[in-house]
């Protein structure tokens, strides 16, 4: 099974800032990546897809870049509504796999 | 406008079995390739399984083979996804979600999730 590692797992940041968050996979899995958001009762929401496309809808602050086994989503400037966890998820072959996420706070 | 609706909360005993439902408006089912995955209490999402097009049949997770069964309705467009053996640890929310093992099918705009079944296992 292919491990997705996230760093850091929490994240302190003040409204403005930048925040990049990493996920890197135990093995080479093209652009075959994806970034959730999830906020508490909630199911996640996809951002990012094929390591880097935005998804419709999804604001243009967030960015995801990467390919093989190092991939990073970039929150440009934090807004309110951006504290959340956010969770990497691979494609590239079954099982499909989540990394263990990232809970960003208001600092 | 697509929805993934899943049927309610559930509160089994040990040892007993849930199947969870998941309807679907907007698509048929058979436009769409359906996927279980479920969330622990505190924890991060885990897949449990789904239909991968490419071979024509349902792949499960290692973790729970022989214990989930998911099947399809299509004359109502309604997936159901069958845990057995239940244990206090399968306590968790289990979603269904539409497009998580294809660029094509997101690219398409067939994502989505369900909201989600809270199931508990407890004596």
């Known amino acids: 099974d292919i491990q997705l590692t996230q760093s850091p797992s929490f994240l302190s940041a003040s409204v403005g800032d930048r925040v990049t968050i990493t996920c890197r996979a135990s093995?080479?899995?093209?652009?075959?990546l994806a970034w959730y958001q999830q906020k508490p009762g909630k199911a996640p929401k996809l951002l990012i897809y094929?390591?880097?496309t935005l998804q419709s809808g999804v604001p243009s602050r967030f960015s995801g870049s990467g390919s093989g086994t190092e991939f990073t989503l970039t929150i440009s400037s934090l807004q309110p509504e951006d504290f959340a966890t956010y969770y990497c998820?691979?494609?590239?072959?079954?099982?499909?796999?989540f990394g263990g996420g990232t809970k960003v706070e208001i600092k | 406008q697509v929805q993934l609706v899943q049927s309610g909360a559930e509160v089994k005993k040990p040892g007993a079995s849930v199947k969870v439902s998941c309807k679907v408006s907007g698509y048929t089912l058979t436009e769409l390739s359906m996927h279980w995955v479920r969330q622990a209490p505190g924890k991060g999402p885990e897949w449990m399984g789904g239909f991968d097009p490419e071979d024509g049949e349902t792949i499960y997770a290692q973790k729970f083979q022989g214990r989930v069964t998911m099947t399809e309705d299509t004359s109502t467009d309604t997936a159901y996804m069958e845990l057995s053996s239940l244990r206090s640890e399968d306590t968790a929310v289990y979603y269904c979600a539409t497009g998580l093992a294809s660029v094509v099918e997101t690219t398409q705009r067939k994502h989505y999730w369900g909201q989600g079944t809270l199931v508990t296992v407890s004596s």
């Open positions: 094929a390591a880097s």
């Open positions: 093995q080479g899995i093209r652009s075959y």
């Open positions: 998820q691979q494609l590239n072959s079954y099982p499909l796999t």
